[in-house]
Every structure is written in structure tokens, then in C-alpha cells.
């Protein structure tokens, strides 16, 4: 299953009944369609009701089609320790109506997470999404320390985030990744097929200068020891 932790009761709810009350369209900013996001639209979703507090290391995402669906946190969700969310080929989606907080978070390949409220990341936040990746969050963004690796994916936020910004060495990040065009005047999502915000990699340092030697091979992030790392609650940066 998406996530089998104990903590969370997740109830099927109808997708009639579940696409009307979350309408994900909506919370996504069009970035996730269900008659398009998944093999064959689900019969439901499943909701977790109230606030969720646990201890992580905690992942979320599809293993396989019966995956293909939408997963609600209808309130707040806190995880103390490593909160993850990445999953290849199978999308299935987080969706938190309210705010996340955790210790490090990390989101890779094509993991799609909606946050309705703020995301607040004490030490580390890695994403390193594929084309098909998603990550909306409505309200602040703060992070001990943010890495992109890929400058891939779409990643809509309400406005800049707050903490030390790291990119992955060499990559190649879309211009509209600054929230401007190329004469420094502001781009409107609507009208410029653009994010609201995404990470600004203009201001972003390399990150081959902050993480350890041992997540570097030949120039690159190694981004799967990086994974195993932040799950296992090892040391990363330098």
C-alpha cells in the first residue's frame, strides 16, 4: 500500500463523494487531473481524518496500480525524523489539507505531494523530481537546507522559501525557475505556463561544496545513497 504506518486510519472514501469535498484539480493548480494522472480513474480515495503526529522514518508512495489514487491527510501532518516521499512509474498522491512539519524531507523520481498549508523542513529538504513529479505547497516553505537536484518536475509554491539553497552540480534549471523572465519582470502563471514559484536556482549554491564526498561520483549526486541516508538518519552535508 501507499503507506502502511499504524498511526494513520485510512478510510475509503467514494472518489464522487472525495473529488468533490478535495477537488485536487483545484488544490494542485491543475498540475494533477485524475482521469489523466492515473491508469483508469479510482474508485476511491482514502482519508485519514484529524491531525497526524508520528515518529518517522515514514514513506509515502505507489508500488504498484492499486496504488493509483489519491491519499488525504485532512488536517496537519508532523513526523518526527525523515518524512519521504518518492515512488517510480505507479503515481499515487499525498495530498495534506493542512501544514507538514518534519526533521528532513526528501521527494524523488515522480513522488507528487499537495500541501494545502506550509511545509516546514527542521534540518534537510531533497527533491529531485522526473517529469512526471509534483510538489504544490499553498502556504510557506522553510528548510533547514533545500537541495534540487534535477531542476526537473513541477514544483508550485506560494512564494519563496527560507533557508540555505543548494543545486545539483551541472544541471541545467529552466529560467522560469527565478519566477522571471529573461528581462527580470515577474511572470504570471496563468498567462506564462510557469509555476507561481518554484526553486530559484539563481540563488543557489553547488552542492558538490556542501555534501559529503561520499554522495559525489564522477561529478554527480549519487541521489540513491543520498536517499538511503536521509531515511537511515545519517550525516549529509559537510
Not at 68 to 75: K, L, Q, S
Not at 187 to 196: F, I, K, S, T
Request: proline share 5%.
Amino acid at each position: 500500500m501507499f503507506c502502511e504506518h499504524k498511526a494513520i486510519r485510512w478510510k475509503k472514501v467514494s472518489a464522487k463523494k472525495a473529488r468533490q469535498t478535495f477537488v485536487i484539480e483545484e488544490r494542485s493548480q491543475g498540475l494533477i487531473d485524475p482521469e489523466e494522472n492515473f491508469p483508469e480513474e479510482p474508485s476511491h480515495y482514502f482519508v485519514a481524518t484529524g491531525d497526524v503526529v508520528i515518529d518517522g522514518p515514514i514513506g509515502f508512495g505507489a508500488e504498484d496500480d492499486d496504488d493509483a489514487t489519491v491519499y488525504v491527510i485532512d488536517g496537519d501532518l508532523t513526523v518526527r525524523g525523515p518524512l519521504s516521499a518518492t515512488q517510480g512509474d505507479f503515481y499515487g498522491v499525498l495530498l495534506v489539507t493542512g501544514s507538514v512539519t518534519c526533521e528532513d524531507f526528501e521527494s524523488m523520481w515522480d513522488g507528487q505531494v499537495v500541501i494545502g498549508g506550509g511545509l516546514t523542513v527542521s534540518r534537510l529538504m531533497v527533491t529531485n523530481l522526473g517529469d512526471a513529479g509534483v510538489l504544490v505547497v499553498r502556504g510557506r516553505v522553510s528548510a533547514g537546507t533545500w537541495l534540487e537536484i534535477s531542476g526537473r518536475g513541477s514544483i508550485d509554491l506560494s512564494g519563496p522559501a527560507k533557508g540555505r539553497m543548494l543545486r545539483g552540480p551541472g544541471e541545467d534549471f529552466p529560467e522560469w525557475s527565478t519566477g522571471r523572465d529573461e528581462d527580470g519582470n515577474p511572470l504570471d502563471p496563468d498567462e506564462d505556463d510557469a509555476p507561481h514559484y518554484m526553486f530559484d536556482a539563481s540563488t543557489a549554491s553547488d552542492a558538490s561544496t556542501a555534501l559529503r564526498p561520499e554522495f559525489i561520483e564522477d561529478g554527480e549526486i549519487d541521489a540513491d545513497a543520498l536517499r538511503d541516508a536521509i531515511r537511515e538518519g545519517r550525516p549529509v552535508l559537510r
